[in-house]
């Protein structure tokens, strides 16, 4: 069966460890011995699933949020060499609106 980090993250200890007797890899090696904190990512490595958990934007085009992120980023840049503080705090605002937007609709 496939299981996903989320998946694994509420099993107990004990169904944990059922599952690491089933799988043959050096990784889980020592699983009757590990605690929750060590079997955890034991497992995600010998099934070869990502440790952390990817987020959903909702509602908006995050690639183009962030192309624009990228480009402000140089503008950022330019700002801060020529010393120009009024277009530098320009920058950071939509920066930050930017950054906002996406948090907001992350699910």
């Known amino acids: 069966m496939a299981y996903t980090y989320d998946e694994l ?3 107990t200890v004990d169904q944990l460890r059922e599952i690491a007797k089933e799988i043959p890899h050096d ?3 020592g699983y009757s011995q590990m ?4 079997l955890l990512p034991a497992l995600c490595k ?3 699933i990502d ?3 990817h987020h959903a934007a909702v509602g908006i085009d995050k690639t183009k949020i962030k192309s624009r992120l990228r480009a402000l980023k140089t503008e950022r840049a330019k700002s801060l060499e ?3 503080h009024a277009k530098l705090k320009q920058v ?4 930050h609106r930017l950054k906002r937007r996406i948090r907001a609709a992350t699910v």
Not at 92 to 95: K, P
């Open 51 to 53: 440790t952390h958990g």
């Open 35 to 38: 605690n929750k904190e060590h």
């Open 9 to 11: 993250g509420k099993k």
């Open 46 to 48: 010998a099934l070869g």
């Open 82 to 84: 020529a010393h120009d």
């Open 92 to 95: 950071r605002r939509e920066m």
């Open 27 to 29: 990784a889980v090696q």
